[in-house]
Every structure is written in C-alpha cells, then in structure tokens.
C-alpha cells in the first residue's frame, strides 16, 4: 500500500514541477526541459528528480539554473500539495531518451544487416 501511495506522490510531484517550470524566470532554464522521472524517498523527506534537456550544450547551465530555484519549486511544490513534509528536491541528468535512440540505431543497423544477407541469399538461388 506505502509502495502506491508513493508511487501516486511521484507522479503529482512530477506534474507539479512540469509546470512550474515552464513559469520559472531563470534565463539559464530555458528550451525544451522535461521531467522525467521522479524519485521519492520511502519518509518522503528526498525527491530525485530526473532531467532531459533537448539541448546538450546547454544542460549544465539549465541544471544550475534548477538548483538554484530549487527552493522557490519545493515552496510552490509545498502549496500546491497536501503533504506533511515538503521533499528536498535533487535535479539529476536522465539520459534514457540518448539511450533508448542508440539502442534503435543498433536495431536498424542489424534490420540493415539482415536485409542484405537475404538479398544476397536471393542472388546466389538466382
């Protein structure tokens, strides 16, 4: 039962935050930043929050810009949801988007591999 009600607080915790950072004014957190994934800790006390930011060159001055306003969001965060403690919010790079398009790429590239090796089996029965 503690596992759900967790699992619910992530996925308010990660709504919440989607759009109070869309209303941040740091110029650092700018373009196309997404969350994640959110972490909570079992006493509710710690929130991983994972990152993916479109832009590379740009993510470690949006993750200063997200550190820096971290307390602003975990305030806003504490008004907008019901709970007795507030978590601390820790930002984190997620790069599952990066990974999950290599591993797509190697996928095509042994699709291509298989093509060929039957349009060369078809040749050679020719």
């Given amino acids: 039962m503690a596992g759900n009600r967790i ?3 992530n996925e308010e915790i990660m709504r919440e935050l989607s759009a109070l950072i869309r209303t941040l004014k740091d110029p650092r957190v700018q373009g196309m930043v997404s969350i994640t994934r959110v972490d909570t800790s079992a006493d509710l006390r710690y929130a991983r929050v994972f990152v ?6 740009d993510s470690r001055e949006v ?20 709970l007795r403690y507030t ?9 599952s988007i990066d990974r999950g398009s290599h591993i797509l790429e ?5 699709e ?3 093509r060929t090796g039957q349009d060369l089996k078809k040749d050679e029965e020719e």
């Fill in 7 to 9: 699992g619910r607080i």
């Fill in 52 to 57: 993916s930011v479109l832009n590379k060159g």
């Fill in 63 to 82: 993750f200063k810009g997200l550190r820096s306003a971290s307390g602003w969001l975990r305030r806003s965060l504490g008004i907008n949801l019901s």
């Fill in 87 to 95: 978590p601390e919010l820790i930002f984190e790079p997620d790069d």
């Fill in 106 to 110: 190697i996928l095509r590239d042994i």
């Fill in 112 to 114: 291509d591999k298989n």
